[in-house]
């Protein structure tokens, strides 16, 4: 027997537009599911905040999405999940399903040197990242790097040109190229500025991201709820074309826009038109 809640969509927030680059990898291999994405723009970014603030603003989305309807909750920051994962999972009566640098993958690749992860200072001080250092420092040398204010600039807008170059390269000019082996992105948005960094880094390496771990460990965990939506059985076409309520705290039909066109850039267009603006 189907279970009804499988057509429930799927809820997915983060602080803003880095989200979207998690939901691009989950509808890519979910094609048949509907999306609410929540970018809480009215308090981003949350990297900068005390945790406390960021497991607050965590809460009350959480209470939101649960009010209009979902199946399962995607926590598509890394921030956010330091914060406040372990409360969302103790007030949901759903999966949810969390986000943290993927430092493992990057410790399995078995090249020799450090692992350089970025991420926000909040993601870098929180137990559950020294955790995941500790279990796999005996692999890897596994170096913090700290981004304050990157994620404001990639909301602004300038995911390419001069601003992004000359921050990145500010921040690198600390590190030992040479002496890395992978990049870990441990921020959701600094997945939308890949190619910048590659361009600063300036030589071969590997750049690694837990979006694509994620969506598939989505997909498990609605195989095992017997969550899947399996309504829509045609073969699936390049431009994918999806389903997502967007909700957005401020600056909505600017920040809808651009969602948007990040999910274009990656062959996925949204064709609904339910959009609510803070």
């Given at each position: ?38 970018a809480d723009t009215l308090h981003a970014p949350y990297g900068n905040k005390p945790e406390n603030v960021v497991q607050s603003l965590s809460i009350k989305t959480t209470e939101f999405l649960s009010s209009v309807g979902v199946k399962c909750l995607v926590v598509a ?150 969550l899947l939506n399996n309504g829509i059985m045609e073969k699936h076409k390049i431009p994918l074309k999806t389903n997502i309520r967007f909700y957005i705290s401020r600056n909505g039909k600017e920040v809808i826009r651009r969602c948007k066109q990040l999910l274009q ?14």
């Amino acid at each position: 027997m189907d279970n009804p809640r499988a057509k429930l969509p799927i809820g997915i927030f983060d602080s803003g537009i880095g989200g979207i680059s998690v939901l691009a990898e989950i509808i890519k291999i979910l094609p048949n599911e509907e999306f609410i994405y929540f970018a809480d723009t009215l308090h981003a970014p949350y990297g900068n905040k005390p945790e406390n603030v960021v497991q607050s603003l965590s809460i009350k989305t959480t209470e939101f999405l649960s009010s209009v309807g979902v199946k399962c909750l995607v926590v598509a920051c890394n921030t956010a999940t330091g914060a406040a994962i372990n409360e969302i999972r103790r007030m949901c009566a759903f999966p949810v399903v969390g986000m943290e640098p993927a430092v493992k993958p990057a410790a399995e690749l078995g090249i020799k040197g450090k692992i350089l992860v970025m991420a926000t200072p909040l993601t870098l001080k929180s137990k559950k990242f020294n955790e995941l250092i500790r279990h796999y420092k005996h692999r890897s040398e596994i170096v913090p790097l700290p981004c304050p204010g990157l994620v404001e600039i990639i909301e602004h807008g300038h995911i390419h040109g001069r601003e992004i170059e000359d921050y990145l390269s500010r921040i690198f000019s600390f590190v030992n190229k040479e002496d890395i082996s992978a990049i870990v992105l441990g921020c959701t948005h600094f997945v939308l500025i890949k190619e910048e960094i590659v361009k600063v880094m300036g030589m071969e390496i590997s750049i690694i991201d837990g979006n694509y771990g994620t969506a598939r460990h989505l997909r498990r965990t609605l195989q095992n709820e017997r969550l899947l939506n399996n309504g829509i059985m045609e073969k699936h076409k390049i431009p994918l074309k999806t389903n997502i309520r967007f909700y957005i705290s401020r600056n909505g039909k600017e920040v809808i826009r651009r969602c948007k066109q990040l999910l274009q850039n990656e062959g996925i267009v949204c064709e609904s038109e339910c959009s609510h603006c803070g």
